[in-house]
T-cell receptor, first 112, second 113 residues
Framework: QKEVEQNSGPLSVPEGAIASLNCTYS??????FFWYRQYSGKSPELIMS????GDKEDGRFTAQLNKASQYVSLLIRDSQPSDSATYLC????????????FGTGTRLAVRP | DTGVSQDPRHKITKRGQNVTFRCDPI?????LYWYRQTLGQGPEFLTY????????KSRLLSDRFSAERPKGSFSTLEIQRTEQGDSAMYLC???????????FGPGTRLTVT
């Protein structure tokens, strides 16, 4: 079982819709979670970090964490074609220093 | 505040050659990380430094790989006797003291022919 799992997609949504990206993790020692956006051929760009159960909102983005279910999600409201990218979920284990463990990413396509 | 920079951005080398990559972190970020990413995969951790101390190395980092951060500022990653399987994007990230958020540089794309 991979430490961080994501559906590879593609997830296709129409412009203006809410895109929901999901991520599960296997190690209950995971303490911090991050969402990165990666355009094709580019490096990952940090969008959100979340450390506590519940929701965290930043503009059109909302990260949700449920530690009991070992589940992290990212909601993108009013999706735009420019949001089309691969979204990477990453976790940091309390016991493994500062390294991040990434999922394989979910490709999002926003249709105009 | 400039971001993480990496040099070169692209490197093509022949199998068996040595290559060295450089990373300059965000100013005053005390932690620096190296990751490797291949097509269709997420970044995989290689090693990280806190100031000049190398605190962790992945099992992925064979003896052919070495990293340094001599003065706690920029870092270099050297790959000796490159193999075709080393072809990947090599990513550097940095984070500030007291923060777990890591910010990535543009990466160095290595192609071993």
């Amino acid at each position: 079982q991979k430490e961080v799992e994501q559906n590879s997609g593609p997830l296709s949504v129409p412009e203006g819709a809410i895109a929901s990206l999901n991520c599960t993790y296997s190690d209950r020692g995971s303490q911090s979670f991050f969402w990165y956006r990666q355009y094709s051929g580019k490096s990952p760009e940090l969008i959100m970090s979340i450390y506590s159960n519940g929701d965290k909102e930043d503009g059109r983005f909302t990260a949700q964490l449920n530690k009991a279910s070992q589940y992290v999600s990212l909601l993108i409201r009013d999706s735009q074609p420019s949001d089309s990218a691969t979204y990477l979920c990453a976790s940091r284990l309390r016991s493994s220093g500062d390294k991040l463990t990434f999922g394989t990413g979910t490709r999002l396509a926003v249709r105009p | 505040d400039t971001g993480v920079s990496q040099d070169p951005r692209h490197k093509i080398t022949k199998r068996g050659q040595n290559v060295t990559f450089r990373c300059d972190p965000i100013s005053e970020h005390n932690r620096l990380y190296w990751y490797r990413q291949t097509l269709g995969q997420g970044p995989e951790f290689l090693t990280y430094f806190q100031n000049e101390a190398q605190l962790e190395k992945s099992r992925l980092l064979s003896d052919r790989f070495s990293a340094e951060r001599p003065k706690g500022s920029f870092s270099t990653l050297e790959i000796q006797r490159t193999e075709q399987g080393d072809s990947a994007m090599y990513l550097c990230a940095s984070s500030a003291k007291g923060s777990y958020e890591q910010y990535f540089g543009p990466g160095t794309r290595l192609t071993v022919t």
